[in-house]
Every structure is written in structure tokens, then in C-alpha cells.
């Protein structure tokens, strides 16, 4: 394969190993998919409905931006496999009689490659790396209870002296039971295309809807997450061709029988994300979460460990919410990754005010 080639197939073949192995190698600009919070990381890769202030998750779903993250500034880092790592920074701006905004840049930095011609010539080293700028609005419609919101990404990616850039649009709407503790939310991801393409076509990006719904029951200190995935795709099986399935039995060559209804709930489980958040205390969370289609794909057969499973804690000390989550994907390795979020408001001197004379 010549260097060109290897470039364009690069990114989406990496990160669909990391990601969503059985729709990795379709679209370009993969890396919009990367779980850049490290509490969606700890539940499982995906959080829809979590909204409490957190500026961190507003990427993920933009109504989930509020008016308590006015003068908000998050960030993120990952420490990923090899030498890749990425991380997300953000601020959110309240503004009156408009709704909230949020300014923010996504990054993934591949790190520094060896040159090479097709019979292993070296020349030097290339770098490669992607970003995505974005903007994002909410309002809320009708009462506080529901909102809706957008994300404008503009998107650019440099492999080696090749370029790209395109822009996408997420959309979002959320709708919060306070009485029952539910809140529900659905999510339009990377509706756009690539302006520029690497070589003479464009790529498809990664396209996607996805619902979520949470539970947290009055006067019990856990909340329920659930996320269900590629809403507009019903069979996201992905068959290895270098290790297919057996389809009859290696002694006897006799047919081996899938029963159907282990078939269609392999097929349901591969959209579904679980987490679960303790709050320990108003400043202390642990978390955890599950991620089916992750292990299912990415599991080796005679060591399965812990791959699709995450965890994670939080936790505010003075006016900083700091958050860690590992990731496991493989045997080869897990994510780390850290998120720090703070209110800038809080470290505003108070207005002295003078006593009134007498």
C-alpha cells in the first residue's frame, strides 16, 4: 500500500478499533466520536441526559447547556494508546433574552510518524492531526423543562501533506420529569460533509441519531443511564473476515442453528451504553459503565478481561469539579482520561460596599 492510501485509511481504521469497530473504515473524521469527558468515559462512552451544570458533557449533547454554566470554562484531556492523545476545551456565555452559548476546541494529535517509501526506504517523519471548532446554543421552549440546542463544527485534519476540512451539525432536545426523577433526551450527530477531501472524493461522516434516558429516584443517592445508539441502523454486527463465525460443526459438518432470539438481542444490545453514577456525597461520585458493542468487537476469545467496561469518580474541592475515568478497550491497553471544569464567576472579587451614614 502506497503512503497515500495508507494516509486517507489511517484515521478511520484507528479509531474504529478504539471506537465502533463494526462501522469504523465508512466515514471520515472518526475522531468527532471519541468520549471527550472523562465522566461520559466512566459511563460507558456515551451520557445524553445528564443535565446538571456540567459544561464537560455539553459537547456530547448541546441542550444540555444551561444557565448555571455562564462563565464556565472545561477541560479535558485524554492520555490514549502509544503516543495519540486528544483533549476538548470550552466556555459557555450567558446572554439575556438569547439563551447560552458555548465556544469550544476539539483536538487529536496522532503524534510523529516515520516516513517511508513502499520497500521501507526512511525519509524523516510526518505528523498528523485533527481539530474541530465549535459553537454551540441552547434555549429552553415553553417552560425550563425542556430544552433545545445546536453545534456548529467546523472541522479541519492534516495527515502528513494532506489536508481535509468539512463542518457538521448536532442538534439536540431535552426534557426533564422533575416529580419522577427521568430525564430523556435525543441527539442528531454530524449531519454535514467534507468540504475539501484528501485525495478526488469526499467521505461520508459519521452520521448518527441516538436517545438516552436517566433515572434518579428521589432519596436514593444513584443515578441510571441508558443511551441507545445508531437509532437510523438496526444491524450493526460486524463479521472479522480474517476469523468468521463457524457455520457448522467442524467434527460432524452439520449446520450450526443461531436461535433467533439470541440473534435479534445481540443486535439490541450493540446500541446499548450503560452507566451508573453513586453520589457519594454533594461533592463525591463514583461511576461506572458498560459498553456492549465495545466488547463485543474488540474482546480477544481466550482472555476477555475487562474490555467494554469503565469506570471512574469526581469531585469538587474549593471551586474546581475534577473528574478521572479508565476506559478498557483491549488487552492491549486503556484510556485514561482526565476533565476539570470551574466557574469563573467564582473567583470575582465581591463588591466592597460601604455603610451608610449616619
Known amino acids: 500500500m502506497n503512503v497515500k492510501k495508507l494516509l486517507l485509511l489511517f484515521p478511520s481504521l484507528f479509531l ?63 492520555n490514549y494508546f502509544s503516543d495519540v492523545n486528544y483533549g476538548y476545551v470550552a466556555y459557555a456565555k450567558k446572554f439575556k433574552k438569547l439563551g447560552v452559548f458555548s465556544a469550544g476546541l476539539q483536538y487529536l494529535d496522532y503524534g510523529k510518524f516515520i516516513r517511508a517509501d513502499e520497500i521501507g526506504i526512511q525519509d524523516g517523519t510526518f ?10 446554543y ?15 463544527k ?11 476540512y468539512g463542518s ?25 460533509r467534507q468540504w475539501k477531501a484528501y485525495a478526488d472524493v469526499n467521505e461520508k461522516l459519521p452520521f448518527e441519531i441516538q436517545a438516552g434516558v436517566s433515572m434518579k429516584p428521589k432519596h436514593v443517592p444513584f443515578r441510571l443511564s441508558l443511551v441507545y445508539e445508531n437509532v437510523e441502523k438496526w444491524d450493526l ?51 461506572a459503565g458498560y459498553n456492549y458493542q465495545h466488547r463485543k468487537e474488540l474482546k480477544v476469545d481466550y482472555k476477555r478481561g475487562m474490555t467494554g467496561f469503565s469506570f471512574g469518580f469526581g469531585f469538587r474541592v474549593y471551586k474546581f469539579h475534577f473528574s478521572y ?32 451614614n449616619p
Open 168 to 192: 457538521a451539525l448536532d442538534l439536540g432536545a431535552t426534557y426533564i420529569y422533575p416529580k419522577r426523577g427521568l430525564t430523556a433526551a435525543v441527539v442528531i450527530k454530524n449531519a454535514g
Open 138 to 152: 441552547a434555549h429552553s421552549i415553553l417552560d425550563t423543562n425542556f430544552t433545545v440546542g445546536a453545534t456548529l
Open 16 to 78: 474504529a478499533y478504539a471506537g465502533n469497530a463494526q462501522m469504523g473504515g465508512n466515514n471520515t473524521y472518526e475522531f468527532l466520536n471519541l468520549p471527550i469527558s472523562a465522566r461520559v468515559s466512566a459511563l460507558g462512552g456515551n451520557l445524553l441526559t445528564a443535565r446538571d451544570g456540567d459544561l464537560n458533557v455539553a459537547l456530547v449533547n448541546p441542550s444540555l447547556l444551561t444557565d448555571s454554566m455562564d462563565n464556565n470554562l472545561a477541560l479535558s484531556y485524554i
Open 237 to 287: 454486527t460486524y463479521i472479522d473476515p480474517a476469523n468468521p463465525p463457524l457455520t457448522e460443526d467442524p467434527l460432524t459438518g452439520e449446520p450450526i442453528k443461531q436461535k433467533k432470539y439470541k440473534v435479534q438481542g445481540d443486535k439490541l444490545m450493540r446500541h446499548l451504553v450503560i452507566g451508573g453514577e453513586f453520589i457519594i456525597t454533594k461533592n463525591f461520585f463514583l461511576r
Open 325 to 356: 475515568a479508565r476506559a478498557s478497550y483491549h488487552l492491549a491497553g486503556a484510556s485514561n482520561n482526565f476533565s476539570l471544569s470551574f466557574d469563573l464567576n467564582s473567583f470575582a472579587k465581591k463588591k466592597f460596599t460601604s455603610p451608610a
Open 127 to 136: 505528523s498528523a492531526n485533527e481539530m474541530s471548532f465549535n459553537i454551540s
Open 154 to 164: 467546523t472541522i479541519y485534519s492534516h495527515l502528513e501533506s494532506y489536508t481535509s
